[in-house]
């Protein structure tokens, strides 16, 4: 009688488990599809689109300089250190990406509270196939930082642009 209950327990806390992870991978589904957008470009059309997102901060340069396939930031740890508290929060980060061979714009927005629970202090940008060193900035940094243009970065083929509001 005894070893029958055990297994009714064992069962229940292994279909718990299962439900548990399907939910976890169909919330993960749903908030990837919600926050991407993937439209057909030109090249012409998709600089159209990063010129009205880049009117944005039309007076700031990115925190973070790419060139080719490096990025230029030697003094980005004393920015960040020197940044002052932004005066309001923001909610997400975003990402745009134009590839000439793709003939396409994604959009990428991910809410801060992901953000955050990746517990991360680098994201990595590729572009045009060349993978971009990773950039150590971590969530509390965007946080203090505010809205803010994180990387711009253009070559012949592509583009990227990287912003927090």
């Given amino acids: 009688m005894k070893n029958k209950t055990w297994l009714w327990i064992l069962l229940g806390l292994v279909a718990i488990g299962v439900v548990g992870c399907f939910t976890l991978v169909g919330t993960g589904v749903y908030v990837v599809r919600k926050n991407m957008k993937v439209t057909p470009a030109t090249a012409e059309s998709a600089q159209d689109e990063f010129a009205r997102v880049r009117a944005q901060f039309a007076d700031q340069e990115p925190l973070v300089q790419i060139t080719g396939s490096e990025h230029a930031t030697p003094d980005l740890e004393q920015r960040l250190k020197d940044a002052p508290k932004a005066p309001e929060p923001i909610s997400a980060m975003h ?71």
Avoid: Y
């Fill in 95 to 165: 990402v745009m990406v134009w590839e000439e061979k793709e003939g396409r714009v994604v959009r990428v927005s991910l809410p801060m509270w992901l953000i955050r629970m990746g517990n991360r202090d680098s994201f990595k940008v590729d572009a045009g196939g060349a993978a971009i060193e990773r950039i150590k900035i971590s969530p509390q940094d965007l946080e203090r930082l505010g809205p803010t243009l994180l990387v711009d970065h253009r070559d012949r083929r592509s583009r990227v642009l990287v912003w927090t509001e």
